[in-house]
C-alpha cells in the first residue's frame, strides 16, 4: 500500500461490478488535489469510471447563502475519489495507482534535490543576495509543489521537453525545465504497468456482498451473545449477592430468637419477596444535601414565632439575681375539671 492514498475494501455494486472509494490524506489540500488528479488521469488508461464526490457544507442554510456569510451548499471533495469498474480491472487500476503514486513522488524530491545543488553552486549566488534560510525554505516547498503539479499535468502524455536552463533566472521560476530533466533521466513512468501479485492481493479484498452482509450479521450475532452473558452474569451476582443478606438475616434471627426464648418461628428468607435485579443502566447517583445555611432547631423555632426568647437580662430585672419560676397550687376543684394533659 502507498502512503499518498488510503485504499478501503472495495465492495460489489452490481452483478460483476465492484466499487471503491478512495481518500487522499496528505496534509497539504494542495498536495490531496495532485494525487487526486493523478487517479484521475489512470482510471481512463485502466478502463474504469472515477467520480469526485459531492461533499455537503455543514454550514450552510438558505439564510446564510442569501443573506449571511454567502456559504455555499457544498462543492466537489477533491480529497476523495470513487472508483468503478470490472474485478480485474479495478485491481489492476489499484495496483497501478500505489506505484505511479510513488514514482511522480520520487520524480518531485529529485526535482528537489537539484535545487538544492542549484543552491549550493556559484550560478545561484547573485539570486540568493536578498533571500535567508527562511525564505530558502519557503521557495524550496514552493518548488517541490509546482514540480510535481507539472509532473502530475505530463502524465496524460509526457512531460514537454522544456528549453534548458536560464541562467539569468533564479531556479524556483524554472520548474517545468527540471521536472523535464528529471523525467528524462528517469525514462518517464509507465502508467499501464501493473504488477500480478500486486493485482492478486487486490482481488483477494475484493469480497462479494453476500459475504460482506454475512460477516455483518455474523458480528451483530457474536454482539448479542456477548449481551446475553454479560446479562446472565449480571443476574448471577444479584442472586448470589440476595441469597447471602437472607442468610445473614436468618442466622441473625436465628440467635436473637434463641436469646428472647421465643424459639425458631420461620426463617427471614420464606417470607422475603421475589428477587427484582434491576435493568442495567447507569443510575445518576443523588446528592447529600448541603448543611450549609441550615439552623439550629430552637434558633429556628424562636424566629417562627412559637417560643418566645426573653433575654436573662430582663429575668434578672423582673425576678431578681435568683429568678423563681414556682407553679402555684391548684385547688382540687380546678384540677378536677382541667384539661387532661
Not at 104 to 119: D, H, I, N, P
Request: charged residues 30%; neutral net charge.
Amino acid at each position: 500500500m502507498s502512503a499518498y492514498v488510503e485504499i478501503p475494501r472495495p465492495y460489489e455494486s452490481g452483478p460483476d461490478r465492484f466499487t471503491v472509494e478512495l481518500h487522499f490524506p496528505a496534509a497539504s489540500k494542495r498536495r490531496a488535489k495532485q494525487h487526486h488528479d493523478v487517479a484521475w488521469t489512470l482510471a481512463d488508461v485502466h478502463g474504469v469510471e472515477a467520480s469526485t464526490p459531492y461533499k455537503v457544507n455543514p454550514r450552510w442554510s438558505i439564510y446564510e447563502e442569501n443573506w449571511g456569510n454567502g456559504e455555499r451548499h457544498g462543492w466537489l471533495d477533491e480529497r476523495r475519489l470513487r472508483v468503478d469498474g470490472s474485478p480485474r480491472a479495478l485491481a489492476r487500476y489499484l495496483a497501478a495507482l500505489t506505484r505511479v503514486l510513488d514514482a511522480v513522488e520520487g520524480l518531485a524530491t529529485r526535482a528537489v534535490r537539484a535545487f538544492g545543488s542549484w543552491k549550493r553552486s556559484v550560478a545561484a549566488e547573485p539570486h540568493l543576495e536578498y533571500e535567508d534560510e527562511s525564505t530558502m525554505r519557503v521557495r524550496s516547498r514552493e518548488f517541490r509543489a509546482d514540480a510535481l503539479g507539472a509532473l502530475v499535468r505530463g502524465l496524460a502524455g509526457a512531460v514537454s521537453d522544456g528549453p534548458a536552463r536560464d541562467s539569468s533566472r533564479p531556479l524556483w521560476e524554472q520548474y517545468g525545465t527540471v521536472a523535464a530533466e528529471v523525467w528524462a533521466e528517469a525514462g518517464g513512468v509507465d502508467l499501464a504497468e501493473a504488477p500480478e501479485e500486486d493485482v492478486a492481493v487486490h482481488l483477494a479484498r475484493m469480497v462479494p456482498a453476500v459475504v460482506v452482509e454475512a460477516e455483518r450479521l455474523a458480528a451483530v450475532e457474536a454482539a448479542r451473545v456477548e449481551q446475553e452473558r454479560l446479562e446472565a452474569e449480571r443476574v448471577e451476582l444479584f442472586r448470589r449477592a440476595d441469597a447471602a443478606c437472607a442468610r445473614e438475616a436468618d442466622e441473625a434471627d436465628a440467635e436473637r430468637y434463641a436469646r428472647d426464648g421465643q424459639g425458631s418461628l420461620f426463617p427471614l428468607s420464606v417470607a422475603r419477596p421475589a428477587l427484582v435485579v434491576p435493568p442495567p443502566m447507569p443510575v445518576k447517583p443523588r446528592r447529600a444535601p448541603s448543611r450549609r445555611g441550615r439552623l439550629r432547631p430552637e434558633t429556628r423555632a424562636a424566629l417562627s414565632g412559637t417560643v418566645r426568647v426573653i433575654p436573662a437580662e430582663a429575668v434578672e430585672r423582673l425576678y431578681g439575681e435568683r429568678a423563681s419560676f414556682a407553679v402555684p397550687e391548684v385547688s382540687a376543684d380546678r384540677r378536677r375539671y382541667g384539661t387532661a394533659a
